[in-house]
């Protein structure tokens, strides 16, 4: 059975930081490339960013440099940091694997930014 368990969301003022993890675990973690996608309430679900299976990066334009993705291929984890927070990040943020015709996401994890 895959599974992709988020972790890290909650309340946070603005200007701070977090740190998502998505826990894997069904799969061959290290094919898979990894994206984070966020949603916010009556917007569209929105990709915020990749790391292939070789570990290259892209980013949504809209991010600024602000946040990043990285991987832990010996603890099937990825990881999402997120700085310098606005409250317009507010959403629920999700974490995806795919690989070929494969692709499985995880049941998300909130976050509100306000103060």
């Known amino acids: 059975q895959v599974q992709l368990v988020e972790s890290g969301g909650g309340l946070v003022q603005p200007g701070g930081s977090l740190r998502l993890s998505c826990v894997v675990s069904?799969?061959?973690?290290?094919?898979?490339?990894m994206r984070w996608y966020r949603q916010a309430p009556g917007k569209e679900r929105e990709l915020l960013a990749t790391i292939t299976s070789t570990g290259d990066t892209d980013y949504a334009d809209s991010l600024k440099g602000r946040f990043t993705i990285s991987r832990d291929n010996a603890k099937n984890t990825a990881y999402l940091q997120m700085n310098s927070l606005k409250p317009e990040d507010t959403a629920v943020y999700y974490c995806?694997?795919?690989?070929?015709?494969?692709?499985?996401w995880g049941q998300g994890t909130q976050i509100t930014v306000s103060s």
């Open positions: 995806n694997a795919h690989y070929y015709i494969y692709d499985y």
């Open positions: 069904g799969i061959t973690f290290s094919i898979y490339r």
